[in-house]
Structure formats: structure tokens, C-alpha cells
């Protein structure tokens, strides 16, 4: 059989990004910016170009068999061992590309949203230092996340998940000169350390339980191991592999890198932080659902933690100042959306939301990233205010997005957005109605947002005042193909109730499903469809309310918001605060750890230095005085005694032997005069 | 004349005459190639040089041979009086006994040694001891200094210089001065043309033997003042200066005879007569060529600022014509004498292109450092040279046992030199340039 | 004609000179000069006998006495310069141990 | 001819052996080499006087012009005017005169003894009017392989002349 060429050459996809990264990071320096720009740009747009190719021969292939990898070459070679069953089973990786509905939707997704911000940031960094660097940077992570989801199996999902990781550190301290940005990039870096630590314990259960890390043989796997719903092992594999998502994905407990991580470029913020990298951990998630499925508690787990972060997350962002800060917690809270879809079972709403959150959110970010240009790097939005009419495309696509966030019918986010709700509805009132009221939140917080930036009065510094203006083409472009596809977005998927289709949510139920295809949810039945369209004016009403507060707080009454913080002056310092969630890690984990390093650092200077080393050394030269007697006075002795002796035997010989070569020569002439006299009295005899 | 002579003594009387000869003129000549000097220098820096003392300063080396004899004879207090007065005579004498074996026309010649060329080669290597023996006897650093440079640089040039002259006596087969000259007529072409590297490495070297510019370290003025000839003055110095003019002439007269056919008239073996005479049309070209410098200088005459000068100008044209008289009335006497005179003519000129050649190098190239005149020598020349000889070998070998021609089967040996060169060459500069920039 | 016995006597007054030379000069250089005579008064023994059997042989062993000569002359020089840069003495008497 | 030849020869001895002993007995080292290079042009026309041409330019090239170039040139470069102030004889130097003497005695008694006994070819100026082939077949004939020996004794003796002469670290 001909095999499509996209599909066949699905790893080019990858491969793409990682040479313009390694020509950006060895030779990038000696490189003009507009070379740098076409160069980097253009890789992601080929990457781009084959992911539509493969996306659309993966979806001419029959609905069922939408399946399709590539090896590469074998990476880890069979490796016998035992399971913890007693199995003997191989461990096999090999970089193996593996393309099906999920990640066909991810690659779409990472290079499409990828290229438009290196297009945007083409204009965003243009005057900015080290060029060739961010650019390097950027490639390496598009590599780094194209490996993570096209990754057939756990070894090589972690080399892109730690790859993507190490690009997060390097872009959030791109101004490494920055105290505050290295120290946020070290701390995104440590905090998903231990993300990281337990993703790696989940993978090695994963092995030792199931016997493979392929993500195609775990469903086989658990069909031939015959788990049972509710097995111990899978919902530990699950929780471990959770806390792997938590930290790349920031939740609660793992999330306070990541607002932190703003300290980052804008379009790095938008990239990694909003878009792709952040939901790494629900693409995971989504990925290994069929262990979820098997493990209940682990899925509510994950949709609990879900609920709470977004909730959590809101309510920090509402008093947030900051307008990166605010659109951080957002992510933040966001995310606990997805999760909290996973958690209820509704993967494909989950991934769903995940694209539609990677338009709109980084629709926010590019936007906000504009407003910041506009005003010479200016993010506190009560320096801001009456910006509509100076940046108009700016505000448009700003407000598009954020109508998006807010769920307004018909934008992306109330489409995906309802589907979780609805979904949530169904298993658990308390998780709807957390989330539901995380929507009305939102709602407020994003127009809060909007108004305090664009309308009301100008609270601009003067100086800043004269330099605003419209950003480049470059900037513009992006933001408006993005806004087209917050608005649209969520028409792939249009429910069903009115009168759509879920194309998108079909589409992606093979990879949810294929893991026990007799476990899948039944489609909601007519009963049900009466409750979803109350479900769904309900919270478009609350959003409605969310967006009148905000206009009536932020536009109308623009004293209030001081008063009613000075009125819960407490609670409003406690949120400002961030629930002191960060002293409270220095406290309990920072500063214990720094304790340990200063223990161990005294167990080392006077025990390990002290006793061991020193006292070696001590022994040593004991050991050495030792021998140094015996040497001069025994070893010694008797050499000189010898030559002593020797000295005395030759006393006649030296005599003769002065040293001098004039009496050697001398004796030389005496041995002549010898042998002639000698010659002379044969010759006489001779004669005679 | 024969029966004024005893028989016994006939032998010794031409030679004699000729080394009395040899000895007057020399002085002179030498005082003559310095005016010459001077005024190619003065052309070369687009001066006039000197033009005072006779028309064009020809008097001048008269003046200042007069300036010297009659200057105050210094003897340095510490200096060893005995080497101090022995040093200038060794030189001066070994430069003068080098003419008796050289050959300056089929005629002219002291004695014709079967050894001649290593004769010659032997003197003049004495006379570096006028030098070593008067830089040491002077007790002064400068001289020293000088003096060590002096032998250590004709120690090493003379093995190249030696090296570039055994090639040709593969060629030649012979050490006699007249056997080498006859072998390039018999063999059709000079010996500098069929191994231009011999020649070359011998020009090199002989420039670097007689201390000449721009290997003059021995004497080089920015650093050893006057090196060995410091403390010298008056009529020592100019011994030592007639020594080294007197050895110029010798080494142009080695080159001469080895590589640009001695005294054979270019197109030797061209023998087209002029009609109805036994005159060959070359022959005649010496005549006419001194019959110009005569009408020239005459003409130039008239046009001298002062009368003596007008004189003096008439004399020179007067003594050139007496040459082109000579030259001429040479064509109609018996060839012995014919070919000797006009040998001589031609033996002259190519040595005086020869120190033409000196001249130019001197004013054309800046003097080197030691050490790279040291790793010239002995890196570059030797090697070089060395790799002449054994492709001459090959050449003669070529010659004999195939029959290749003369000049055909040097082709293979000078091509294979030139890639050495170019070898060496190229082996050498990043040394060099490493030495330079450690040293400097 | 000259005979041959004279040349021996010359040859034997060098000889002699040499050996006398050798054996009692403190100056190393001079030593080594002095070997210069002696090898000189070898080469005229040679040069002489070459002559009375009227072959060349006595010649060519003249001319490896006169490589030899120079070899030592150079090796010999090289090691007094030598010492002379480490003991700043060319005497013969002050040579007197064999290593420093 | 003949007186020609007798005087030159004595000419040249004498020559020889003033220089050598002046040579042996000079304070001044330069003086000493200066001596030596007469004794040493005196042995070449003594050469000469035995027909043997190739060896007088050889002993003239060679000896004076190069190996005396050497000497004088260690000789400048070790020159010490302590060593002028020096003792110059040995503490040995009377022994070692009375038995080179004596040795001297020995080879004159022999010498003596067979005087007359060897006589020169009359006028053998005809047998080598050229010296120099004759050399130079022998030295490559007969003599070859103790000629390439001489030139690996000369190439050894000049690495070693370089080795010794080379100024070490330290």
C-alpha cells in the first residue's frame, strides 16, 4: 500500500524547528534579523504545512483506523525484566512518531498558534537584544512540544516534556540580566522538577505495572492484565502521572511558577504559557485516558484539584494589577477548567477547550503584549485607561478574545466552555457549580480587564503618553487571524442542541474510546438536551451579570473598587497576596531546604573534611615520618655503608685515576715509549 | 727580446709582467667601481652623485685615494700591534693572490693551474682572517662583533656559493678556468642558462661573501658602527677597502667565467663573415660599441661647466677611442692576438654587468637580520643546492647513457630545483614568521 | 732531490711539538691544536711515502686524517663552548670531574 | 729545478717548525691559532712540493679555511684575558717534556737507523698531472665504503657539534 507521504514524513514535522534552532544557536550571532526572522519563521510554517498535510490524510483514512506510526530507529532495544505480576515482559522505546485524531489536533495546534506568534514576534523583539537567542530559543521549544505530542511512548514524551521544560527556563530568564527573570525561570524550573519527579515515578510504575511504555499497547495491555475498575496500581500510575501534569500544567499545588514565568518576553507568555506548553499536562491526561478510566478516584482527584484552581486562580486574578498577571491566573484557571474536564470524563471537551483557550489565550497574551509595546513596556493597568481609540485593531481583537474567555455565545470559549459545564452537571452539582461560578469570575475579571485598559479615563504617564502608537504589521496580522479563529473556533464542534454537529468531539473519540470500546459514554440522549440549554443560559446569564459588575465598578462607580477593598480590607489583602502561597512554600519547603543544604554542609566541613579527610591526611604523614626514619637511617645506611666501604677499597686506584687528561695521556706516551723499547730490543735480537 | 732573457728564466717573465699589471691597476679599478657605485646609487635615488671633481666626478676616486694616504695613522692604544698591523695585509694580500689563476682572456692569465677553480676558492677563503684577525686585534666590541658576523656568515655562504659552483664542474669536467670556458663553447651555451640555479645560489652566496648589502651585517653602520673596520683609519682601512673590491672583481670574475662563458663573445659559435674579409660581423661589435662612448663623450665635452672639466672629457674620448682603435686594428691581427684582446673586452664587460648586478641588489633590497641571513643560508641555499648538484648528476647521467642534448637534459633538473624552491620556501615562512614574532 | 729522511725529520719536529703540547698546556684550545699538529705531521708521513710508492693512497687516507680532524675539531669545540658556558674555564685541570 | 725545490723545502720546514713551536709556547691563544695557520700553509706547500695538488687545496680549504675558522672563532668566544694571567704550563709539564722527549729520542734512533734506505721516484711530476682524478678514483673505488663512513663520522660529529653547542633551559 502507498503510504501518504505527510504521514510517512510526519517526523520532518519535528525536525524542522530543531535545525533552524541549531543554526540560530551556533551561528545565529554572525546573522542579519530579517534573515533571522525568515529562517525561523519559515520553519514553523513548513512544520506548519505538514501538519495540515498529515492532518487531512489522517482524516481521509476510514473513521476507525485513524491511526499511524512511524519508526524512526530503535532507541532502547529489548530490555527483558520482570513485572511487578511476575511477567517477564521487553522494554522497548524507539522514536517512534505516532499520529492519530489527538495529536493530529495538537501539531495543528502547536504550529499553527506557533507561527503566528513568531510572525508576531517578529515585530514584538525587533528591537530587542539577542535576537538569533529568542528565536533559537523559540525553535527549540516548537521542536521540544512537537516531539512531546507526537511521541508514541512515555521515554520519548518525557525527552519533549523535559525539552520544553528547559526552553520554559531559558525564555522566562531571556533577560537574564533581570534578577526577577532568572529568578523566575529557576523557579519554573525547580517547581517543575517536581512535577517532573512524579511524572517519572508514574512512568516507571507504568512500565513495571503494565509491562510497556508504548501509549498504543497500553490499552492492550490493560485488556491482557485484566484490571479491574478501581485497581490500587492504576490509581497510584494515575495520581504519579497527575503530579507530572500539575507541575507542567500549574495547578494547585504546583502552580506558582507560572505567574512568575511573566517575567518572560510577551510572546513567550503567549507561546508556552498560554497556548501550548502549560497544556502539555492535560494532553497527557487525555492521552493515557485509559488508565484514568480505570481509576475513578484518580479522575476525581484530578477534576477536585481542577474545580479548586480554577476558582482558586480567578480570585487571585480579580484584584491583580498587573495585566500579564491577570491574564496569567486566567491560564491558571483555565487549565483547572481542562482538568476538571479530563476529570469528569470529558476528554474531548477537555482538548477542545485546550484549542480554543490556545486561540483566545493567545490572542490575550499577543494582545496585552501590543497595549505593553504601545505604552514603552508599561503593565500596570492603573497607569492605563481610554486606550480604544489610540490602538483600535488592538482593542477589537482584544475584545473579541476576551468576549471569547467570558463565554459569550456564539465565541469559542462558550462552546467548549458549556461543554464542561455540562458535562461537569452530569457528575457532580458541587464541580458544575464551582466551575459555574469560576465563569461568572471570569467574566468579570476579563472586563475588568478590558475597561480599566481601554475605556474610562487616561491614567497614562505623560511621558509615555506621546510615544503611544498602533504596532507593526507584523504584530496586527496575528492578532487578527487569531481573532477569527476565537470567533469561529468553537463552530467545529457546535452542539448538537443547536443544530450543530460535534464534528470536533467525533472526531477525537476514537483516541478516548480506544481503550475499552464497551466503556464509552453513551451520547446524551433527548432527555438531557433540555437541561443542557438551560445549563447553558444560566451561565451566560452569570456571565452577563460578571460583565455588567465590571462595567458598573470599573466604568460607572470607578471609586468603588478601593472602597470595597478597603471595606474587606483582610480577605483583600489576603487575595492581593495570593494567599501568601509563596511565603508559605519558603516557609515550609525554601527555607527547609536551605536548612538541610547548611547541615549538610556543617556534616561535611567537620565530619567528611574534618575526621576523614583530614585525619587520612594526619595518618598519612604519621605513616611517612615513619618511613622516613627507616629510609634515611636503615635503607640509607647501608647504601652508604656500602659506598663507604667502596671508597676505602679504591683509595690506590684513585691515585692514578685524577681525572685529569693530561696525565692519562701521559701514561699513554709512557705505554708507547714501552712498546717501541720493547720493538726495538726484538729488532736487536733480531739482527743479532 | 728573447736574447736579453736566459732561457731558464723565459717561462717565469709574462706571468710576472701580468701580476705587476694586475697589482697597479687594480687600486684604480677599485677606486672606479666606487665611482660607479656612486653614481648608479645617485641614478637609482634620482640624485647626480659626484660631479665636482672632473667632468661627472671622474676624478673623484683619485681625490679621495689622495684623501686616504695622506690621513693620520690611528693605532688604539689596547689594541694587539702586531694582528692590528698583520690583519689588512692578510686581507689584501689573499684578494690580490686570487688573480693568479683567473683567467681574463684566452691570453691573460698568471698561470693556468689544473686546480685553478679551487685555487681560487681556497685563497679567497683566507682572507677572511684579515677580517676575524682585525676585529679582534682592534679590542673593540664593534670590531668583534663584527668580525664573529664575518665568519660565521662566510663559513655558511660558503658552502652554498661552493655548492653552486660543483654543479657546473659536473658540467665542465674540469677545474681549469680555460677547460670550463672551452666546455660551454663546446657545449653551445653558457653554463648560467643551462643551470640557472647554480648561478643563482652562487650570486646569493657571493654577494653574502664579499659582505655586501643586504647581507653587509659584518659591517652593518645602524648596529656595529663600522663593524670589523671600526678602529681602522687611513691607509689600513683603505687595504681593507681595495680587499673588498679587489674580491668583488674575484667573485665576478668566478661568475664570469663559470656561468656567463668567460671571455667568449655571445654567439660564440656564430661564424657569419663579412664579405670578402676574414672578419666576423660580431667581432665588430666591441669597436663600434667604445667608437660611441667615445663620439658621446665627446660631444658631451662642450657642454662642461669648467675648462679642465671640458678637458678631462676630451681625454676620456680620446682614451675610449685609443680602445676602439685597439679593439679594431685587433680584427686585422693574427687570431691568437685577435682573440686574446677582444676576449679580454668581453671578459670585462660581463664583469662589470656582473657588479652592475651588485650594485642594483644593494640599493634595491633592505639589509637582513642575522638570523634570518642565517636561516637563508642554511635552511633555503643549502638544501637547495644540494638538490642542484644530485639533479645535475641525473642530467649528465641523462646525457651519457640516452644522448639527451646538453641543454634538454638539464630541463628535468632545473624544473625539479625550482619546485624545492618553491618547497623550501613556502616550508619556511610560517617559521619565520613564528621566529619573527617570538623574537621581536 | 730531496730524500725522504728530511721530510721524516720535519715530520717528527711537528710530531714532537704536538706531544709536548699536548701533554703540557693548561689551555684546552691549544690542546686540541696541538692534536692539529700532530695529525699534520701524520698527513706529511703520508703525503711523503704516497710520493715514493707513487700511488694515491697515502693521499685519500691524508684526506680521512683531514675529515677526521674537522669532525673533531667540531665535536671538540662544541663541548668546550659547552663548558665553557657552564664552568666559565677552559682549562684542562679544572676538568676534573665528570659530571656537574 | 733542483735548488728551486731544495730551497722552498727548507724554506717551509723551517717555517713549520718555528710556527709550531711558537704555537705551542705563546701566551695569547690567538697568537697561538695565527702560528698554527702558518705551520699549517707551510705543511700545504710542503704538499705541493710533493706533487700531491688536490691535498695542498684540500689542506688549504679545509684546514685553514675551515677548521682554523672554527677555532679562532671558539677562541673569540671563550676568550678570557684571565687566562692570559694563568699559568700555562701544568704541574706535569716537565715529566711530560723529558718523556716526549725521550719518545722523540725513540723514533729519531729509528729514523736514523734506516736512513738512506728510502728514495723519492726521480721526477715524478709526470706520473700525476691530475691529481685530482687519481684522487678521485681511489676515494671512489677502492676507497668507497670508508668514504661513506668518513661522511656519516662527519654527519654525526656535526649533530653532535649541534647538540653540544645548543644553550639548554635553565
Not at chain 1, 344 to 354: E, K, M, Q, R, Y
Not at chain 1, 410 to 421: E, Q
Not at chain 2, 192 to 217: C, K, M
Not at chain 4, 37 to 60: D, K, W
Amino acid at each position: 500500500m502507498n503510504t501518504p507521504y505527510f504521514l510517512e514524513h510526519i517526523w520532518l514535522i519535528p525536525l524542522f524547528p530543531l535545525l533552524t534552532a541549531a543554526v540560530m544557536l551556533f551561528y545565529g550571532r554572525k546573522l542579519a534579523n530579517n534573515i533571522v526572522s525568515y529562517l525561523c519563521a519559515g520553519s514553523v510554517f513548513v512544520s506548519f504545512i505538514f501538519s495540515v498535510g498529515a492532518f487531512f490524510q489522517l482524516v481521509a483514512m476510514p473513521q476507525g483506523e485513524r491511526f499511524f506510526t512511524k519508526l524512526l530507529f530503535e532507541w532502547v532495544p529489548a530490555v527483558p525484566y520482570h513485572m511487578f505480576d511476575g511477567r517477564l515482559a521487553q522494554f522497548v522505546a524507539g522514536w517512534e512518531f505516532q499520529i492519530d485524531p489527538l495529536s493530529a489536533v495538537m501539531i495543528l495546534v502547536v504550529t499553527g498558534v506557533g507561527f503566528l506568534i513568531h510572525v508576531y514576534s517578529t515585530g514584538y523583539m525587533a528591537l530587542e537584544g539577542g535576537y538569533y537567542r529568542f528565536f533559537g530559543y523559540l525553535n527549540l521549544f516548537m521542536f521540544a512540544m512537537l516531539i512531546l505530542v507526537l511521541a508514541n511512548n512515555f521515554l520519548m514524551m518525557f525527552v519533549g516534556w523535559e525539552g520544553v521544560g528547559t526552553c520554559s527556563y531559558l525564555l522566562i530568564g531571556f533577560y537574564f540580566h533581570r534578577k526577577s527573570a532568572s529568578d523566575a525561570g529557576k523557579k519554573a524550573f525547580i517547581v517543575n522538577r517536581v512535577g517532573d519527579a512524579g511524572f517519572l515515578l508514574g512512568i516507571f510504575l507504568c512500565s513495571a505495572v503494565l509491562g510497556t511504555v508504548r501509549f498504543s499497547d497500553i490499552g492492550p495491555a490493560l485488556h491482557a492484565g485484566n484490571f479491574q475498575k478501581g485497581d490500587p496500581w492504576l490509581t497510584a500510575i494515575a495520581l504519579l502521572l497527575f503530579v507530572g501534569a500539575a507541575g507542567k500544567s500549574a495547578q494547585i499545588p504546583l502552580y506558582v511558577w507560572l505567574p512568575d514565568a511573566m517575567e518572560g518576553p510577551t510572546p513567550v507568555s503567549a507561546l508556552i504559557h498560554a497556548a501550548t506548553m502549560v497544556t502539555a499536562g492535560v494532553y497527557m491526561v487525555t492521552r493515557t485516558n485509559a488508565i484514568y478510566q480505570l481509576a475513578p478516584k484518580a479522575m476525581y482527584v484530578v477534576a477536585l484539584v481542577g474545580a479548586i484552581t480554577a476558582l482558586f486562580a480567578a480570585t487571585i486574578g480579580v484584584v491583580q494589577n498587573d495585566i500579564k498577571k491577570v491574564l496569567a491566573y486566567s491560564t491558571v484557571s483555565q487549565l483547572g477548567y481542562m482538568f476538571l474536564a479530563c476529570g469528569v470524563g470529558a476528554f474531548t471537551a477537555g482538548i477542545f477547550h485546550l484549542m480554543t483557550h490556545a486561540f483566545f489565550k493567545g490572542l490575550l497574551f499577543l494582545a496585552a503584549g501590543s497595549v505593553i509595546h504601545a505604552l514603552s513596556g508599561e503593565q500596570d493597568m492603573r497607569k492605563m485607561g481610554a486606550l480604544s481609540k489610540r490602538i483600535p485593531v488592538t482593542y477589537w481583537t482584544m475584545l473579541i478574545a476576551t468576549l471569547a474567555i467570558a463565554g459569550i455565545f456564539p465565541f469559542a470559549g462558550f462552546v467548549s466552555k458549556d461543554l464542561i459545564l455540562g458535562k461537569a452537571y452530569e457528575q457532580d452539582v458541587l464541580l458544575w457549580a464551582i466551575g459555574y461560578f469560576t465563569a461568572g469570575m471570569t467574566a468579570f475579571y476579563m472586563f475588568r480587564l478590558v475597561f480599566m485598559t481601554f475605556h474610562g479615563t487616561s491614567r497614562v504617564d505623560h511621558e509615555v503618553e506621546h510615544h503611544i502608537h498602533e504596532s507593526p504589521k507584523a504584530m496586527l496580522v496575528p492578532l487578527v487571524i487569531l481573532a477569527g479563529l476565537s470567533i469561529v473556533g468553537g463552530l467545529v464542534s457546535w452542539p448538537e442542541i443547536l443544530g450543530g454537529n460535534s464534528h470536533f468531539v467525533h472526531f477525537l473519540e476514537p483516541v478516548v474510546g480506544m481503550a475499552h470500546q464497551s466503556r464509552i459514554e453513551p451520547l446524551k440522549g433527548p432527555s438531557s438536551r433540555i437541561g443542557e440549554i438551560n445549563l447553558m443560559l444560566m451561565s451566560e446569564g452569570l456571565v452577563v451579570l460578571g460583565i455588567l459588575f465590571a462595567w458598573y465598578l470599573y466604568i460607572k462607580r470607578t471609586e468603588l473598587p478601593a472602597k470595597i477593598a478597603k471595606g474587606l480590607n483582610g480577605f483583600y489583602e489576603l487575595v492581593y497576596h495570593k494567599y501568601y502561597v509563596d511565603e508559605l512554600y519558603d516557609a515550609l519547603f525554601v527555607n527547609r531546604a536551605k536548612d538541610l543544604g547548611l547541615a549538610l554542609g556543617w556534616f561535611d566541613t567537620n565530619v567528611i573534611n574534618g575526621v576523614g579527610v583530614d585525619g587520612a591526611g594526619w595518618l598519612t604523614r604519621f605513616v611517612s615520618r615513619a618511613s622516613m626514619w627507616w629510609d634515611t637511617w636503615i635503607v640509607d645506611g647501608s647504601v652508604k655503608l656500602g659506598a663507604r666501604i667502596v671508597w676505602v677499597l679504591s683509595l690506590p686506584v684513585r691515585l692514578i685515576q685524577d681525572g685529569l687528561v693530561q696525565s692519562y695521556m701521559l701514561f699513554i706516551v709512557i705505554g708507547l715509549i714501552g712498546f717501541l723499547g720493547y720493538y726495538f730490543y726484538l729488532a736487536h735480537h733480531a739482527v743479532h | 727580446m728573447g736574447h736579453l732573457i736566459p732561457p731558464s728564466i723565459m717561462p717565469f717573465v709574462l706571468p710576472v709582467l701580468y701580476a705587476v699589471v694586475i697589482v697597479a691597476v687594480l687600486p684604480l679599478l677599485a677606486g672606479y667601481i666606487v665611482l660607479m657605485e656612486r653614481k648608479v646609487m645617485a641614478d637609482m635615488q634620482a640624485r647626480l652623485g659626484p660631479m665636482r671633481v672632473g667632468p661627472h666626478g671622474l676624478l673623484q676616486p683619485i681625490a679621495d685615494a689622495v684623501k686616504l694616504l695622506l690621513k693620520e695613522d690611528i693605532i688604539p692604544d689596547k689594541a694587539d700591534r702586531l694582528m692590528f698591523w698583520f690583519a689588512p695585509l692578510v686581507s689584501v694580500t689573499m684578494a690580490l693572490l686570487a688573480y693568479s689563476a683567473l683567467a681574463i682572456g684566452p691570453a691573460f692569465q698568471i698561470a693556468d693551474l689544473n686546480i685553478g677553480l679551487l685555487f681560487i676558492l681556497a685563497i679567497s677563503s683566507l682572507g677572511i682572517y684579515g677580517i676575524v684577525l682585525g676585529g679582534w686585534a682592534s679590542n673593540s666590541h664593534y670590531s668583534l662583533l663584527g668580525a664573529l658576523r664575518s665568519a660565521a656568515q662566510l663559513v655558511s655562504y660558503e658552502t652554498a656559493a661552493g655548492l653552486g659552483l660543483i654543479s657546473v664542474l659536473l658540467l665542465a669536467g674540469s677545474l681549469s678556468m680555460k677547460d670550463i670556458v672551452q666546455a660551454q663553447l663546446d657545449q653551445g651555451v653558457w653554463f648560467g642558462f643551462s643551470v640557472p640555479f647554480g648561478f643563482f645560489i652562487y650570486l646569493v652566496g657571493s654577494i653574502a661573501e664579499t659582505n655586501r648589502a643586504p647581507f653587509d651585517l659584518p659591517e652593518a653602520e645602524s648596529e656595529l658602527v663600522a663593524g670589523y673596520m671600526t678602529e681602522y683609519s687611513g691607509f689600513r682601512w683603505s687595504l681593507y677597502f681595495l680587499a673588498e673590491y679587489a674580491n668583488m672583481i674575484i667573485v665576478a670574475g668566478i661568475a664570469t667565467t663559470l656561468f656567463l662563458g668567460g671571455w667568449l663573445r655571445p654567439g660564440a659559435r656564430y661564424h657569419e663573415h663579412i664579405p670578402g674579409t676574414g672578419i666576423e660581423w660580431l667581432d665588430a661589435l666591441p669597436a663600434l660599441l667604445t667608437l660611441g662612448v667615445a663620439l658621446y663623450s665627446l660631444k658631451l665635452a662642450p657642454t662642461q661647466p669648467v675648462k679642465i672639466q671640458k678637458i678631462v672629457m676630451v681625454l676620456v674620448a680620446v682614451l675610449c677611442l685609443g680602445v676602439a682603435c685597439v679593439l679594431a686594428g685587433a680584427l686585422f691581427a693574427p687570431p691568437a692576438v685577435m682573440q686574446g684582446i677582444h676576449g679580454a673586452f668581453w671578459f670585462m664587460a660581463k664583469v662589470f654587468a656582473y657588479i652592475y648586478a651588485f650594485l642594483w641588489i644593494r640599493f634595491t633590497f633592505p639589509r637582513y637580520r642575522f638570523d634570518q641571513l642565517m636561516r637563508l643560508g642554511w635552511r633555503f641555499l643549502i638544501p637547495l643546492a644540494l638538490v642542484n648538484v644530485i639533479g645535475v648528476g641525473v642530467a649528465i647521467v641523462l646525457r651519457q647513457q640516452f644522448a639527451w642534448g646538453p641543454i634538454v637534459s638539464l630541463i628535468p633538473t632545473t624544473l625539479a630545483t625550482l619546485g624545492v624552491a618553491m618547497l623550501l620556501a613556502k616550508d619556511d615562512a610560517p617559521v619565520a614568521e613564528a621566529q619573527t614574532a617570538a623574537g621581536e | 732531490m730531496i730524500p725522504v729522511d728530511d721530510y721524516l725529520f720535519l715530520s717528527l719536529a711537528l710530531f714532537t711539538i704536538g706531544v709536548i703540547g699536548v701533554l703540557t698546556r693548561r689551555n684546552v684550545i691549544i690542546m686540541l691544536m696541538s692534536i692539529e699538529l700532530i695529525l699534520n705531521a701524520v698527513n706529511i708521513n703520508l703525503m711523503v711515502f704516497s710520493r715514493m710508492w707513487g700511488t694515491v693512497d697515502g693521499q685519500v687516507f691524508a684526506i680521512f686524517i683531514i675529515t677526521d680532524a674537522a669532525a673533531e675539531a667540531a665535536v671538540g669545540l662544541g663541548i668546550i663552548l659547552a663548558f665553557f658556558h657552564n664552568r666559565e674555564t677552559v682549562l684542562a685541570d679544572e676538568m676534573d670531574i665528570m659530571k656537574w | 729545478m733542483q735548488t728551486l725545490n731544495q730551497a722552498l723545502f727548507i724554506f717551509f720546514a723551517v717555517l713549520a717548525v718555528a710556527s709550531a713551536i711558537l704555537m705551542v709556547t705563546r701566551r695569547n691563544i690567538v697568537h697561538g691559532a695565527v702560528f698554527l695557520i702558518t705551520t699549517l700553509l707551510s705543511t700545504a706547500g710542503i704538499f705541493l712540493l710533493l706533487q700531491a695538488e688536490f691535498l695542498f687545496i684540500v689542506q688549504v680549504i679545509l684546514y685553514v679555511g675551515g677548521i682554523m675558522v672554527l677555532f679562532v672563532f671558539v677562541i673569540m668566544l671563550v676568550n678570557l684575558d684571565v687566562s692570559m694571567r694563568q699559568v700555562q704550563f701544568n704541574r706535569q709539564w716537565f715529566v711530560a717534556g723529558a718523556l716526549a722527549l725521550v719518545l722523540a729520542g725513540q723514533f729519531l734512533f729509528a729514523i736514523w737507523v734506516g736512513r738512506g734506505a728510502l728514495r723519492l721516484p726521480a721526477m715524478a711530476s709526470e706520473i700525476s698531472p691530475k691529481n685530482t682524478e687519481a684522487v678521485a678514483d681511489a676515494l671512489f673505488s677502492h676507497y668507497m665504503l670508508p668514504f661513506e663512513i668518513a661522511s656519516i663520522l662527519l654527519l654525526v660529529a656535526m649533530i653532535g657539534a649541534v647538540v653540544m653547542a645548543k644553550r639548554r633551559a635553565g
